[in-house]
Structure formats: structure tokens, C-alpha cells
């Protein structure tokens, strides 16, 4: 049975730091390309960010290029999301996604497995 876990969500405020943490099991960790999502109140889930099979290719939306940083440890079955100068905006619940492939995608369709998300909350 596969499950992805996502942690380290919270409420900080604008400016602070948060890494979330993703960890795999049940599958080939390293068959995976692996990517963040995330669902704001009363909005669709959007791309965040994605790394590939390897971790050596990374992938980010505009609104969060320069802040956010995807890496993964393979020997540790994990996906992390270093979330820096976090703002208002960023407010949402974040979810982890695996997609059997070399390579990410940015549409949420193309991934096979997710979790159940940790919310991020930023105040003003």
C-alpha cells in the first residue's frame, strides 16, 4: 500500500520559514518523479513544484521561483519543500504527489499518488 505523508505545516508569519517533509512508502521511491501542490480556500489546486526521479532537475511556478526549493533524499524515501519569505498567499493546504516516470509534470492528472496534504497558514 502506498502512502505519502506529508509534516511540517503551521502558522508562522510573513517572512518566516517552513520545510515540509514528504515521506514515501510502499513504492520504488526512486522510480518516482515527485511533486508539491497546493489548495488555497475557494481555489483549484495548483503546481508548486516538482523534482525528477534523480533529484537532479527541479521545476517551480513563477510564484514561487527564488522562494521555494524542492530537493529529495532517495535513501530516505523523502521529498522536501523549503519555504522561504513565505507571504499571505502562500496560505494553503500543500500536498505531495509521486508520478512513475523519469520526469514531473505540472498537471496534477499525470501524478499516481498523493497525500493527504498539511496546511500552511500565513499571517499578515
Known amino acids: 500500500q502506498v502512502q505519502l505523508v506529508e509534516s511540517g505545516g503551521g502558522l508562522v508569519q510573513a517572512g518566516a520559514s517552513l520545510r515540509l517533509s514528504c515521506a514515501a512508502s510502499g513504492l520504488t521511491f526512486t522510480d518516482y518523479a515527485m511533486g508539491w501542490f497546493r489548495r488555497a480556500p475557494g481555489k483549484e489546486r495548483m503546481f508548486v513544484a516538482a523534482i525528477t526521479r534523480g533529484g537532479g532537475t527541479t521545476r517551480y511556478a513563477d510564484s514561487v521561483k527564488g522562494r521555494f526549493t524542492i530537493s529529495r533524499d532517495n535513501a530516505k524515501n523523502t521529498v522536501y519543500l523549503q519555504m522561504n519569505s513565505l507571504k499571505p498567499e502562500d496560505t494553503a493546504v500543500y500536498y505531495c504527489?509521486?508520478?512513475?516516470?523519469?520526469?514531473?509534470?505540472?498537471?496534477?492528472?499525470?501524478?499516481?499518488?498523493w497525500g493527504q496534504g498539511t496546511q500552511v497558514t500565513v499571517s499578515s
Open positions: 504527489a509521486a508520478k512513475r516516470a523519469y520526469s514531473y509534470t505540472h498537471l496534477a492528472a499525470d501524478y499516481n499518488y
